[in-house]
């Protein structure tokens, strides 16, 4: 829902003076900002300017967390906001965020913890959620220069620092003030970096614009990369052009991930100058695969105004709530109904503050601080078009980085087919952290909804998607792929009894619907000859769901044959898929060359003339006193005719074509004759014309 916007307004200021202020806070910032009684500006100061090469003088690296690292993401799980005081945010904000969440409030000292408190009572802050933390600061900038979350190997979260890229010493410690507030491990990363410029998704991927390149100039781009990888576990990190063109081209300031694969760009009216940097960064991510392994969601919040423009993408996603900046521009119900429309189930709050500049605004002034001990569900969704299956497995790795355990009967999926009421399944234990449940088979072109539930001891509870129920996660289930099995994908011939009498491969279909076979070749002359049964097979053949198509693969070496192995391929083809069966023969134990393996043949089979017409001689020599027998094969495999010529004597033989053949004789064609002599067996072709 859309709330009605806060409304606080600053104080009217003194403009005829403002000049005389202005240049008195140049000269005195530092010294003022040390005592907390103001904010040194988003920018750098000319005096800053001037001190540049005191960025990340004193800094202090570490070595990276142990791998594999995580980052935390703005939208996950926060235990409470950072804000500095004095405040560069309305109280009301403050009021809001305090309802549910914590309130950690940097103060320079014991005095202004007691002044804070005073107003935070007197306004109706609610005191069991606020924390206060002494240190000195120099802004209230809390974003760019507050710590970043990670999480090491064995779950533990720690604080991430990095030197900021202004030179605010004060500034710059808080990250190591806030790890020592949480009793956290802190690491250093020695790269030049602010907050407003970069987000994160919580799974590897990051975004910047090229201004980490520009303040980093000793490092290359792969060294920069290679850094976020070791301290943060980013694996892609996008580095952009800034479409503002200038300022202080922070991120942040134009573009905001709302979740893994949403990410919400600004957008400017055609006339802009920047209209096509915008687009081009829009168009970017829109081509970009998300850690879900979809493309990003892009939407789009309608930002004109004052150089730079409205801000309406520096906002605050702080748990179940989204804070956006409201500056009183006809606008502003425009860019709270994108935020509606992008991240449904969220309660939207416009924020309204005179305070506000152009792009920075809430976000770059309140700083998540990640619950360390979440309970962390990492799971890369079903989405788009899915295949029907008998079930739809879902499979997600659910951590509690408190280390109290899972709550079983808390475990599921809940699951809803066309916007019906939601079902649940449970989640069962695998190994380690991984848990996995089905959703029932659906029938097709059903729409599924879903969203997984976790709970530990600690009285945690997540969902995944964050936001669960309003906005699951969902898919479309369509016609399953026809799942035509081969079996085996080889077939392998060492014995004479397997070339006699062949050997199986069967295709079967394992799918809920027919399946059609289009094509399988039947029978192959080189380098061997061999064949199938059945031999008279006609295409496409169906095959019936659960049915079964059995092959009876021959074979028969060729008179001019290679000692050895010898091998051709079976095809299959279904029309959506070419299975294979490799046939290899072992023609040294099969064929006539074995020398004193053969006990039958001492020579090969010839026929002469060859093709034949009317007759020819067929002519072969054996071993030894054996029996003989003939038969004759079409090229499909069908036999057609069988010859016993009983015992034989030792030596050459020659019988006529008529004999062997058969009489009545046979049509033209190809055919395959094989002489089996005692245990051997020959076989060559024929042409008859």
Not at 303 to 324: A, H, Q
Not at 473 to 481: A, L, M, P, S
Not at 550 to 556: I, P, Q, R
Not at 660 to 671: D, K, Q
Request: aromatic share 12%; proline share 7%; glycine share 8%.
């Amino acid at each position: 829902m859309i709330n009605n916007p806060l409304t606080t307004m600053a104080p009217d200021k003194n403009y005829p003076n403002l000049l005389i202020l202005l240049l008195a806070f140049l000269f005195t910032a530092p010294a003022i900002a040390q005592e907390g009684a103001r904010s040194l500006p988003h920018h750098m100061t000319p005096e800053e300017v001037l001190r540049r090469d005191e960025i990340g003088r004193d800094f202090y690296p570490t070595m990276p967390p142990s791998a594999p690292v995580r980052q935390v993401a703005e939208f996950e799980h926060m235990q409470s906001v950072l804000v500095r005081y004095p405040f560069g945010i309305p109280m009301e904000l403050i009021v809001e965020m305090s309802q549910d969440c914590g309130v950690l409030t940097v103060v320079m000292n014991q005095s202004q913890q007691n002044a804070v408190t005073g107003q935070y009572q007197s306004a109706g802050v609610n005191m069991d959620n606020v924390e206060f933390m002494h240190a000195p600061t120099d802004s209230y900038w809390t974003r760019d220069y507050g710590p970043w979350f990670v999480v090491n190997s064995s779950y533990d979260a720690g604080v991430c620092n990095f030197p900021y890229n202004r030179p605010r010493p004060n500034d710059d410690d808080i990250p190591i003030e806030v790890a020592d507030y949480l009793n956290v491990q802190l690491y250093g990363m020695e790269l030049i970096h602010t907050g407003g410029n970069y987000m994160c998704d919580g799974m590897g991927v990051a975004a910047s614009t090229d201004l980490v390149i520009e303040e980093n100039p000793d490092m290359t781009v792969a060294q920069i990369e290679s850094k976020v990888q070791n301290y943060l576990g980013v694996h892609t990190y996008h580095m952009l052009p800034d479409p503002l063109g200038e300022y202080i081209e922070h991120i942040d300031c134009w573009g905001k991930f709302l979740d893994v694969d949403k990410v919400l760009i600004g957008r400017v009216p055609e006339s802009d100058p920047r209209y096509d940097d915008f687009e081009y960064v829009a168009d970017y991510f829109a081509q970009q695969t998300s850690s879900y392994g979809t493309p990003y969601q892009v939407f789009r919040v309608f930002t004109p105004g004052n150089y730079p423009y409205t801000p309406y993408t520096n906002s605050l996603i702080l748990n179940k709530k989204v804070f956006v900046p409201l500056t009183g521009s006809t606008h502003d119900n425009q860019a709270l109904q994108a935020y509606e429309n992008a991240m449904p189930g969220y309660t939207i709050t416009g924020v309204m503050y005179d305070e506000w500049e152009n792009t920075d605004a809430l976000h770059c002034r309140t700083k998540g601080i990640a619950d360390i001990g979440m309970l962390y569900v990492r799971h890369i969704p079903l989405h788009g078009e899915v295949h029907q299956e008998d079930a739809f497995e879902v499979t997600a790795e659910i951590v509690p980085y408190s280390g109290q355990g899972l709550y079983g009967d808390s475990l599921f999926i809940s699951y809803r087919v066309d916007g019906s009421s939601f079902t649940q399944a449970p989640l069962f234990h695998e190994s380690g952290h991984t848990y996995s449940g089905a959703i029932p088979e659906q029938p097709v072109g059903s729409e599924v909804g879903y969203y997984l539930h976790a709970a530990d001891s600690s009285g945690r509870s997540m969902d995944h998607p964050y936001i669960g129920a309003p906005d699951p996660h969902v898919f479309e289930v369509i016609y399953r792929i026809p799942d035509v099995t081969v079996w085996p994908d080889t077939l392998l011939y060492t014995e004479i009894g397997q070339m006699l009498e062949g050997q199986q491969a069967i295709v079967k279909n394992e799918s809920d619907s027919g399946v059609y076979i289009h094509y399988i070749n039947d029978q192959g002359w080189e380098p061997f000859f061999w064949w199938i049964e059945p031999w008279n097979l006609t295409f496409p053949h169906l095959l019936e769901p659960g049915d079964s198509l059995v092959l009876n693969v021959m074979v028969g070496v060729p008179l001019d044959h290679t000692a050895g192995f010898l091998q051709d391929t079976l095809f299959v083809e279904t029309g959506v898929d070419t299975h294979s069966v490799l046939l290899r023969v072992d023609s040294t134990l099969i064929s006539g060359t074995a020398g004193p393996a053969m006990d039958g043949l001492a020579g090969n089979l010839a026929i002469a003339p060859n093709p034949v017409r009317s007759w020819s001689d067929v002519s072969f020599t054996l071993y030894e006193r054996t029996s003989v027998r003939f038969d004759v094969f079409s090229a499909g495999g069908k036999h057609m005719h069988s010859y016993d010529a009983g015992t034989m004597e030792r030596g050459s033989h020659a019988l006529s074509w008529k004999t062997v053949a058969g009489t009545a004789g046979l049509n033209s064609g190809v055919y395959f004759v094989r002489l089996m002599a005692g245990h051997d067996i020959v076989t060559a072709k024929v042409v008859v014309y």
